[in-house]
């Protein structure tokens, strides 16, 4: 299984960034995807879920801002992210279960500064 996480970046506060993560070594269509994130010091935490039949979850800190999706042909999980704010700069991981073990992508570091 192979996650592997693209588009972070530097980013004024207001601005936007799309996420993408792409899988292999699963069948993509009927997994669970999920975005974490780490910001330094703190716990990786949950920003957002896409089940395999689209039905999306959001941590209450990006509801209404942020945007998960993905393409089951392209075997590709996109977050769209918008109004970013400094407090969003932190490491996101791409993650699926699978088999009772976690599958965690490189990580994306996103920074959100003027």
């Known amino acids: 299984v192979q996650l592997q996480a693209s588009g972070g970046g530097l980013v004024q506060p207001g601005g936007s960034l799309r996420l993408s993560c792409k899988a292999s070594?699963?069948?993509?269509?009927?997994?669970?995807m999920n975005w974490y994130r780490q910001a330094p010091g703190k716990q990786r935490d949950l920003v957002a879920n896409?089940?395999?039949?689209?039905?999306?979850n959001y941590a209450d800190s990006v509801k209404g801002r942020f945007t998960i999706s993905r393409d089951n042909a392209r075997r590709m999980v996109y977050l769209q992210m918008n109004s970013l704010k400094p407090e969003d700069t932190a490491v996101y991981y791409c993650?699926?279960?699978?088999?009772?073990?976690?599958?965690w992508g490189r990580g994306t570091q996103v920074t959100v500064s003027s």
């Open positions: 896409i089940t395999s039949v689209g039905s999306t």
């Open positions: 993650h699926t279960p699978l088999g009772g073990r976690d599958y």
């Open positions: 070594g699963i069948s993509f269509s009927i997994n669970t």
